[in-house]
């Protein structure tokens, strides 16, 4: 275990539906993100909190919407998804900005949109 | 938008073989991370090289960084079937945050 943990790990979801992943890590990192991977493509960067103050958006669609109630605790919310946001969804954090430390990950939400 | 980009796509090998996979980038970075994925789960961060070293070593693993290249490698030695996963590159862009190649598919066969 990484200290960042997702849940849930698995999700269906109807394109009418609304659900929210959740991100919890425990190792007191200032920093956290949602990433999509999707199958074949490079990890895509979503979103990005620091001391939690969103600082990246990177241009994702408003049918996903995160929130950052604390460092701690990292949620995407999702509603009236499309089948092509299908991917697992990465949680991780980090002390710092990633680019000078590692990222510490979670296992992954395994997304599919019915 | 992506910044490393590994190479090759796949590589198969026999257990106690050497695997090396390599990585090359488009601008200028303050260092060079490798992360292992095993299947459908999460990353889990290898070593990371600062621009302004040539090679380091960690177990089994050995990466160099070429800046005047733009281009890193990752070598395992003595592979084994737990080494079986997905291998990123990633690099800090000009932004400082993390930018992921789509990755090396490695299969160790026993």
């Known amino acids: 275990e990484t200290g960042v943990t997702q849940t849930p790990r698995h999700l269906v979801m109807g394109m009418t539906n609304k659900k929210s992943l959740k991100c919890e890590q425990h190792?007191?990192?200032?920093?956290m993100y949602w990433y999509k991977q999707s199958a074949k493509k490079p990890l895509e960067l979503m979103f990005v909190?620091?001391?939690?103050?969103?600082?990246e958006n990177n241009s994702v669609p408003s049918r996903f919407s995160p929130e950052c109630p604390n460092s701690s605790h990292l949620f995407l919310h999702l509603h009236t998804l499309q089948p092509e946001d299908s991917a697992l969804y990465l949680c991780?954090?980090?002390?710092?900005?990633?680019?000078?430390?590692?990222?510490?990950f979670g296992q992954g939400t395994r997304l599919t949109v019915v | 938008s992506q910044q490393g980009e590994e190479d090759p796509q796949a590589l198969s090998i026999q257990e106690g073989e050497n695997a090396t996979m390599n990585c090359s980038y488009k601008?200028?970075?303050?260092?060079l991370q490798w992360y292992r994925q095993n299947s459908g789960r999460g990353l889990v961060h290898l070593i990371l090289?600062?621009?302004?070293?040539r090679e380091k070593h960690s177990g089994r693993l050995r990466v160099t960084l070429d800046t005047s290249k733009k281009s890193s490698s990752l070598l395992i030695t003595a592979s084994r079937a737990a080494d079986t996963a997905s291998y990123f590159c990633?690099?800090?862009?000009?932004?400082?945050?993390?930018?992921f190649g789509a990755g090396t598919t490695v299969t160790v066969r026993a």
């Open positions: 991780a954090s980090s002390q710092g900005w990633t680019g000078f430390t590692e990222a510490f």
């Open positions: 190792l007191g990192h200032n920093a």
């Open positions: 909190y620091s001391l939690e103050e969103r600082v």
């Open positions: 601008t200028s970075i303050n260092n």
């Open positions: 090289i600062r621009s302004n070293e």
């Open positions: 990633a690099t800090d862009a000009y932004d400082y945050k993390l930018s």
